[in-house]
């Protein structure tokens, strides 16, 4: 079974700095989608980063990117320059290529708090 | 605006009445979702809907019906509801004709059921 796994269930960081928030995933496919959501206390959720298993460069945008391991089925999101904006709790979630019936899998979630 | 758009985003109901939640959208997305959110968990998926004729149940669909009115809207029902279906529901979108399929999310609605 295809299972992802956040392992910090809370994280801290200074303003301005730069903080991991690490994710796992187990799966047997070789074609997938790998994404970060996050969600602030307004409940939506918000696509922070995507990243295709086929490409080996990782995703960036603007202050987020990823640090994917293909072989170690490790997915970790950096933030840098972090912002109060930031404060909110990160998914990991993981999208199989095939069948491709939109189901995402999800981790537990992560806490982020973001200290002024 | 928000492109997907749920009402209530906040219900409380009582055991055994029917609640229906809607969805909207207009991203002109072909594919529409809905998943459940409980408290320290991420998100299961309850049904889904790759066009207006299509609709399939996803891990968790006992206790609910959907309906695809048009390619733009997606309702979730819960016939008889009951309390351990107090959630957040999300309904959310994808555009098959673009590579990564990537799901886009509603605000969410908020359900109680007493």
């Known amino acids: 079974a295809q299972t992802v796994t956040q392992s910090q269930p809370e994280m801290s960081v200074q303003e301005a700095e730069t903080v991991t928030l690490s994710c796992t995933y187990d799966?047997?496919?070789?074609?997938?989608?790998l994404f970060w959501y996050k969600q602030p206390p307004s409940r939506q959720m918000i696509l922070v980063i995507r990243?295709?298993?086929?490409?080996?460069q990782n995703a960036t945008e603007n202050r987020f990117s990823v640090n994917f391991q293909k072989a170690a089925k490790s997915f970790s999101l950096k933030i840098s320059d972090s912002q109060l904006g930031d404060a909110a709790m990160y998914f990991c979630?993981?999208?199989?290529?095939?069948?491709?019936?939109?189901?995402?899998?999800f981790g537990q979630g992560t806490t982020l708090q973001v200290k002024p | 605006d928000a492109d997907v758009t749920q009402t209530p985003r906040n219900r409380i109901t009582k055991t055994g009445k029917r609640i229906m939640l809607e969805c909207s959208q207009t991203?002109?997305?072909?594919?529409m979702y809905w998943y459940r959110q409980d408290p320290g968990l991420g998100l299961r998926l309850i049904y889904y809907?790759?066009?207006?004729?299509?609709?399939n149940k996803g891990e968790i669909s006992d206790g609910y019906s959907v309906s695809r009115q048009a390619q733009a809207k997606f309702s979730l029902s819960l016939e008889s509801a009951i309390p351990n279906q107090t959630a957040l529901y999300f309904c959310?979108?994808?555009?098959?004709?673009?590579?990564?399929?990537?799901?886009?999310f509603g605000e969410g609605s908020w359900l109680t059921v007493v």
């Open positions: 959310a979108t994808s555009d098959s004709g673009t590579p990564t399929n990537t799901i886009y």
């Open positions: 799966t047997s496919e070789s074609d997938y989608y």
């Open positions: 990243q295709e298993a086929y490409k080996q």
């Open positions: 979630a993981y999208r199989p290529f095939s069948g491709n019936t939109g189901k995402l899998i």
């Open positions: 991203k002109g997305h072909d594919r």
């Open positions: 809907s790759f066009d207006v004729k299509d609709i």
